[in-house]
Structure formats: structure tokens, C-alpha cells
Nanobody, 125 residues
């Protein structure tokens, strides 16, 4: 199985910065896309940013130019640099990854699509 552990959330003032990290662990064969999703109270979970194994990125319009997603494939870790934070960025941020896990034998390989437990980001005005 594959587990995702997020870190780096917390409290920031408007205009400030935070950096989130999400590390994947387990019997990982490969990871395709990794991404961050945000969920505000009473709202559905929404895409923030995603990044493929090749480095192609996709961002929500609301955070373009302020947030940057990156990943370290050697460490199976994805980051979200959050700059120029706004109160409306307040949310629980969830990490997601999909790929293949399994053992040495390819017959044991299975696809995974896993979520982290979430990390709270609160931006005060």
C-alpha cells in the first residue's frame, strides 16, 4: 500500500507564505501525477495544483501566479509553495498521488490513487 503524509500547514497572515510538503511511502513502483486539493468549510474539495512525473503542471485560476507546485521524484515528495496568501486560501489542503505499487514481481503490481490526511492552512486578514 501507499501512504501520503503532509506537513507544513499552519497559520499565516495575509500576504505571507507557507510551504506544504507531502511525502509518499510504501511499496511504490512509480508515481504518475501528484497534486494538492483544498477544501473550505461547507465546500467541495477543489483542485489547487497538480504535477506529472515529467514536470507538467496545472493550476487553479484562483492561485495562478501565487502558488507553485514542484516535486522531487527521488524522494517521492511533492511541494506547494504558497505566496501572497489571502484569507480565502484558508482551507484544509489534501495531497493526492496516483501510480503503481507492488513487489519485485510485476504480477503483484497494482494501481493506487491515494489521499493524505490533510493539513490545515489558515490565513488571517
Amino acid at each position: 500500500q501507499v501512504q501520503l503524509v503532509e506537513s507544513g500547514g499552519g497559520l499565516a497572515q495575509a500576504g505571507g507564505s507557507l510551504r506544504l510538503a507531502c511525502a509518499a511511502s510504501g511499496s511504490i513502483v512509480s508515481i504518475n501525477a501528484m497534486g494538492w486539493y483544498g477544501q473550505s468549510p461547507g465546500k467541495q474539495r477543489e483542485l489547487v495544483a497538480t504535477i506529472t512525473s515529467g514536470g507538467s503542471t496545472n493550476y487553479a485560476d484562483s492561485i495562478k501566479g501565487r502558488f507553485a507546485i514542484s516535486r522531487d521524484n527521488a524522494k517521492n515528495t511533492v511541494y506547494l509553495q504558497m505566496n501572497s496568501l489571502k484569507p480565502e486560501d484558508t482551507a484544509v489542503y489534501y495531497c493526492n498521488a496516483d501510480g503503481v505499487f507492488g513487489g519485485v514481481l510485476t504480477v503483484t503490481w497494482r494501481r493506487f490513487d491515494t489521499w493524505g490526511q490533510g493539513t490545515q492552512v489558515t490565513v488571517s486578514s
